[in-house]
Structures are given as structure tokens and as C-alpha cells.
């Protein structure tokens, strides 16, 4: 019904902007030619100009051009079906079209009826689009279960083998970390505010995020980020230098974020510069 109403409207508007309110008339254009030749005043010219009426395009002998008729035609088609995907009975349209552009015509279908039967429509679409739109959404939803089950699967078995190498400590929450540079300097405390460089990767080395790369530090505190670094950055003094694995619970979790997939196991490596509260 709505679209109805907006094509009525829109086509009313379409006229106003697209097509003239007036065609100068040949005589009009004569006399102000004369008038510039004459070197009369422009006054006398507009008054030439306005001695023959000019016909409206709200009159019914206006005609519009071809360009203008294609384009009402053009408007229609992209418009008027918006949302719909079958096929219309063109020769029924053209048939509606002119009965109701016909004065004293009776369309076999009035417009009560045809506004009941575009509402019908409408509601019709919105079940099939809302139905579309919840397989669709079904759909992606067991995809990114899929995925999630299968990250999980391959972090516990990355973490499990990584647990084993020489140098690589795993704490009691599944935290592995990975001693690069010993620092010298204060511990933070789970309250601290530091800054770091760091860089990001997932398991096939896909780098997410790195402060080397925007050549910045980062600032933040230690109770503003995810469960891993909380922990694992309370194990480094001022100076050091370690590369940590976080498991999925210490880090984004079956919902992931940004570019990071559900259940990701992360790799960072993390140069602690600064504990600012110190």
C-alpha cells in the first residue's frame, strides 16, 4: 500500500521536477527576437512574451516527448517493483494504467480494490523476505558454529604441542608464554595502566593488529583488555620482551571480533616499555 501511495505521489513529482510548467511559444520567442533587434526595452519583450498563454503539463492536449515518456517508464520499472521479483502482465498494466488516466473512465478495479490488493502483496513480501532472511541468518549461524568448533579443535591441539617446547611455560589457566627479552624494571599489578608495542597473529600467521606497524606504542590499563594479557603482562618487568599463546577463553571467545574468527587461539608478542603508575 505504501508503495502505491509513494508511486502516486513520486510520479506527481516527477512531473513538477522533470518536465517544463510552460513551452515558450513561437510568437513569444519572435517577439523578443524583434524586440533585441529593435533595441526595445525588456518590458515590451516580456510583455510580448506574455500576450499567448502557454500550455501546462497539468493540461491534457500537453504531450510529452518520447525522452519523457521512456524516462516515466524508466522511473516505473525501477520503482514501482521494488522488492517484488516476479514478472508483471504488461499488457493488464498498460490496461490499469490508461483506465485510470482516463476521465470519466471506470477501471474494473477501483482504486479501493487495487490499494487491498498491493496491501495483500506487501504482506505477502514481508513473509517471504522475513522467512529468507531467517534461513539466511540459520545458515550463517551454523557456519560460524562450524568454524568455531573447528578453531577450537586446532588451538587445543597447537597449545598441546606447544606446551612441550623447550622455554615455553603454561600457566594454571591454559596461559603459555614464552620468556624473549628478562626485563629489569617494576611488575604492573591487574590495575596498572602500561604501554607496550605489540603484534597480533593468528595460527596461520596472519597478522590482526601491530603497533610496529602504525609505529605507536600503545596505552591502556590492564583491566581494559582481554583475560591473557591481563595475566601474562603481570609476569613481565619494565624492559621484557615475551611472546604469549592465549586460548580462546582468555581471549575473544566462540564469538571472535573484528577480524579475529570465533574460538581463535592468539599469538602475541608483547615488549613491555612502561608501567605509567609505577
Given at each position: 500500500m505504501k508503495n502505491t501511495k509513494r508511486f502516486w505521489g513520486a510520479l506527481a513529482v516527477a512531473v513538477l521536477s522533470a518536465v517544463p510548467l510552460s513551452v515558450c511559444s513561437k510568437k513569444a520567442e519572435e517577439a523578443a527576437v524583434e524586440a533585441a533587434a529593435e533595441g526595445e526595452a525588456a518590458p515590451e519583450a516580456a510583455a510580448a512574451e506574455k500576450a499567448e498563454p502557454k500550455p501546462s503539463t497539468y493540461e491534457r492536449d500537453y504531450k510529452f516527448s518520447k525522452d519523457e515518456s521512456y524516462a516515466f517508464g524508466v522511473w516505473a520499472g525501477m520503482n514501482l517493483l521494488n522488492g517484488f521479483h516476479?514478472?508483471?502482465n504488461e499488457r493488464e498494466f498498460l490496461r490499469g494504467m490508461r483506465a485510470a488516466q482516463k476521465e470519466n473512465s471506470t477501471p474494473r478495479i477501483d482504486r479501493e480494490q487495487a490499494m487491498e490488493i498491493l496491501s495483500q502483496l506487501n504482506y505477502e513480501r514481508g513473509e517471504v523476505l522475513q522467512k529468507v532472511q531467517e534461513e539466511k541468518n540459520a545458515a550463517e549461524a551454523e557456519k560460524r558454529k562450524a568454524e568455531a568448533e573447528g578453531n577450537l579443535a586446532k588451538g587445543k591441539a597447537y597449545l598441546d604441542d606447544n606446551?612441550?617446547?623447550a622455554g615455553v611455560f603454561t600457566t594454571p589457566s591454559g596461559l603459555q608464554y614464552e620468556v624473549l627479552v628478562?626485563?629489569?624494571g617494576p611488575r604492573p599489578t591487574a590495575s596498572s595502566r602500561?604501554?607496550?608495542?605489540y603484534e597480533g597473529k593468528l595460527l596461520d600467521g596472519t597478522v590482526f593488529d601491530s603497533s610496529y606497524t602504525r609505529g605507536q606504542p600503545a596505552e591502556?590499563?590492564?583491566g581494559g583488555v582481554i583475560k591473557?594479557?591481563?595475566e601474562g603482562l603481570q609476569l613481565m618487568e619494565?624492559?621484557?620482551?615475551y611472546r604469549f599463546f592465549i586460548p580462546p577463553d582468555l581471549a575473544y571467545g566462540e564469538n571472535g571480533t573484528g577480524n579475529i574468527p570465533p574460538n581463535s587461539t592468539l599469538i602475541f608478542k608483547v615488549d613491555l616499555l612502561e608501567v605509567l603508575d609505577e
Open positions: 516476479a514478472t508483471l606446551g612441550k617446547k628478562q626485563g629489569s602500561v604501554r607496550v608495542d591502556f590499563p590492564l591473557g594479557w591481563t619494565k624492559g621484557a620482551s
